[in-house]
């Protein structure tokens, strides 16, 4: 029997984090603080380090950390831990059945960006995206430069670029529908990237409206992934049991790789058995990123094993 799920839990806290530009800057420190902690972690790598690497004093460091995300780099260090990834995992076998007896599924459902979601028809996957006309455009978001790709129907692609990337990272994106018609326009696109990032725009009178463009299976396996709420995790086999085909773990696993709405259909909440984080197809230190900066908005940072 699963136990109810506090849906006050869901709403993410009144914290201030950074928006814009500000939290595009501040993700190029915290990307190789991250990186640092990635490769050390198990040393616990002093505060004092790690602001020396990225050429800040610690109390600048601690300032661009609690800006970006409301958490400090010691916090950071412990949510991005194994024994973190474990404890979002302890209730996972109920996750996404809860989600769904509350009401959280659906094109109605309640999700952290209070997003509602259509398909397009397999007609238009088979065609390549022929028939559809695609604006993207690059903005600056708290995980570096985001690409943001909209149809007449809605959000349709979200992709993420390094610096120097950028032609790569929409390159990748259109391989997705290469039948499509593809526009250039920050105009279309940039309402999308203020309201996705700012949790202050999480409202349920302004919902995030969203298009899933895949086969059949992927749609399934994506609306899954939007019953994940924010602050927990599931694994590739736990959506592959809740689909009703336990033995297709290796099918959802790439299915969650081709997902092509990043953040928003919450792809990154998906991990291993053990915990582990797994691939991500725009890097794992973005993946850790996200899940740490999401720790920030809803809950403490949970108290890890000793061992």
């Known amino acids: 029997m699963t136990k109810p799920l506090d849906l006050a839990s869901l709403d993410p806290k009144p914290v201030t984090v950074a928006t814009g530009e500000t939290a595009e800057k501040d993700y190029a420190v915290v990307r190789q603080t991250l990186e640092r902690i990635t490769r050390d972690w198990r040393d616990q790598p002093s505060l004092d380090q790690m602001a020396a690497e990225a ?140 309201r996705i990032f700012d949790p202050s725009q999480w409202q349920p009178e302004t919902p995030l409206n969203i298009v899933l463009i895949g086969t059949d299976f992927e749609i399934r396996v994506w609306q899954a992934l939007l019953r994940i709420p924010m602050g927990q995790a599931t694994t590739y086999s736990d959506i592959a049991a809740h689909l009703g085909n336990p033995g297709a773990s290796r099918a959802v696993g790439t299915a969650v790789g081709r997902n092509p709405i990043s953040f928003v259909v919450p792809c990154h909440r998906v991990l291993g058995k053990t915990g582990t984080l797994c691939g991500y197809h725009w890097g794992l230190t973005r993946k850790r990123a996200i899940l740490g900066w999401e720790n920030g908005l809803t809950q403490p940072v949970l108290e890890v094993a000793d061992t």
Request: a negative charge.
């Open 55 to 194: 050429g800040l004093q610690p109390i600048q460091l601690q300032r661009v950390f609690s800006r970006w995300a409301g958490l400090t780099p010691k916090q950071f260090l412990q949510a991005i831990t194994l024994d973190y990834a474990k404890a979002l995992l302890r209730d996972r076998t109920s996750v996404l059945e809860t989600t769904y007896e509350v009401g959280l599924s659906g094109p109605g459902r309640l999700h952290d960006l209070f997003v509602t979601h259509e398909a397009m028809t397999p007609g238009n996957y088979r065609n390549r995206g022929a028939g559809l006309t695609i604006s993207h455009g690059f903005h600056p978001s708290p995980f570096g430069k985001v690409l943001i790709m909209v149809t007449d129907h809605g959000l349709a692609g979200l992709g993420f670029a390094d610096p120097g990337e950028e032609q790569s990272a929409l390159e990748d994106m259109c391989n997705r529908w290469p039948a499509a018609e593809f526009l250039e326009s920050r105009e279309k696109t940039v309402c999308y990237a203020q």
